[in-house]
């Protein structure tokens, strides 16, 4: 946060309350209303005149008073003008993108984004009459050459998914926002904590709370947060297609955030101490940490991030598939889930999907997910499974 904002931990642990709202009670509660009532026919008229905007209480889908809290809660740690809570983080990309984009457009996607996001453009935007072109994450300012008249958004992710380079994100902004492009970039890895893009002049930043703003492997939620400019448009995007998130996940959310600061400080220590251990050992080619010198954008996360997550890659020697299997499965802190962010540790073998610049490392990509337990555990578990890739 800026000099002039509060530090970050009295934030978390003091925004998104209401005394109106609960009374003695520390936290807001789930709030499980579908139907909100009204007293005079008058009232409930002006609140339908006034239902797209954050804070009018009209009906459940559209908000209620722990949804606006985690709102605003979430607009005020990004420094944005509004966020839009929705169901999960693939429908945050989603109606972002479906807000920002329409038939006859030209929709610029980072060729490592999270592969749901691909999927999502490559069939319903696609098939809506967008025109998608994916292009180099490291491209920079140079994605002022694939700009049109047309182009609609950029749709990026700092770093990306499985391979965690790290774009020049004020670079791609300002080429979009030259451009009239609406910028998204999904945040998920960082959250608020170690980056904050829309200072940085995107003008969206989208999450998956389902990670480390929840925290717990429990919620499933997602946020679009916005400038002045956007905010209108993703909101009535999100509202007239009738997403909205869960009354127990905004609970969620909420109480999640309360920790946020010092899980993602844990998160970095534990990730960065097993990290330089694998990096150390001869079965491992590279690792793909956005922390380490060698990771494409190393000084990008070094000038416009505070810190790292704990999810990052390994690239291992070739090996067969049985050896990979036995490798993964020799593992016993470690589970296999497509998830990350809880308080448990994962791994995932992953095989990178691109089609603007090839993917031509050589080896096996794993995807590891440090949770909260003893690093030294995870190390020695590490250890005893890696003799398996031979
Ligand atoms: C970078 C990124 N964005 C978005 C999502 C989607 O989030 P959710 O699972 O909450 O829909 C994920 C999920 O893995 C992700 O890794």
């Not at 807000?99 to 999927?119: E, F, I, M, Q, W």
């Not at 998608?132 to 950029?154: H, N, Q």
């Not at 920790?259 to 050992?281: C, D, I, P, S, Y």
């Amino acid at each position: 946060m800026s000099a002039k904002e509060p530090p970050l931990a009295n934030a978390l642990a003091h925004l998104g309350r209401g005394p109106a709202v609960a009374g003695r009670a520390i936290n807001l509660p789930i709030e499980q209303s579908s139907t909100l009532l009204f007293d005079r026919l008058a009232e409930f008229e002006a609140a339908r005149e006034d239902r797209y905007s954050q804070g009018t209480l009209y009906y459940g889908r559209y908000g209620n008073q722990a949804s606006f809290a985690l709102e605003r809660m979430m607009a005020a740690l990004e420094g944005g003008h509004g966020c839009v809570s929705v169901s999960a983080g693939l429908p945050a990309v989603t109606l972002a993108l479906m807000a920002a984009a329409k038939a006859g457009s030209h929709v610029l996607v980072a060729d490592n984004v999270y592969l749901p996001t691909r999927g999502f453009c490559d069939t319903v935007l696609a098939r809506y009459g967008a025109e998608i072109e994916y292009f180099d994450p490291m491209i920079g300012a140079g994605l002022a050459t694939l700009m049109r008249p047309e182009t609609s958004a950029v749709m990026f992710e700092a770093p990306g998914s499985g391979t965690f380079e790290v774009p020049d994100i004020p670079a791609i902004a300002r080429v979009a926002r030259d451009g009239g492009a609406v910028s998204i970039l999904d945040g998920t890895w960082a959250t608020p904590v170690f980056c904050r893009p829309l200072q940085l002049g995107v003008d969206v930043v989208v999450h998956s709370g389902s990670k480390y703003i929840g925290g717990h492997a429990d919620a499933m939620i997602g946020f679009i947060v916005c400038n002045e400019a956007t905010y209108e448009l993703m909101r009535r995007m999100v509202l007239a297609f009738g997403d909205r998130a869960g009354s127990q996940d905004v609970f969620l959310a909420l109480r999640g955030l309360r920790t946020l600061e010092l899980r993602m400080k844990q998160v970095q220590e534990a990730g960065l101490t097993v990290a330089r251990w694998l990096g150390a050992q001869p079965q491992v080619r590279k690792l793909l940490h956005p922390a380490f010198a060698d990771c494409p954008g190393h000084e990008h996360w070094r000038r416009d991030f505070g810190g790292a997550a704990g999810l990052f890659g390994v690239l291992f020697r070739p090996c067969s598939d049985a050896q990979l299997h036995a490798f993964v499965d020799a593992l016993a802190m470690f589970s296999v889930g497509v998830s990350w962010g809880g308080f448990e540790s994962l791994v995932l073998p992953v095989a990178p999907l691109r089609t603007a610049t090839p993917w031509s490392e050589a080896g096996r990509l794993v995807r590891f997910s440090i949770g909260h337990e003893d690093p030294d555990s995870l190390i020695a578990d590490i250890a005893q499974a890696l003799p398996q890739l031979g």
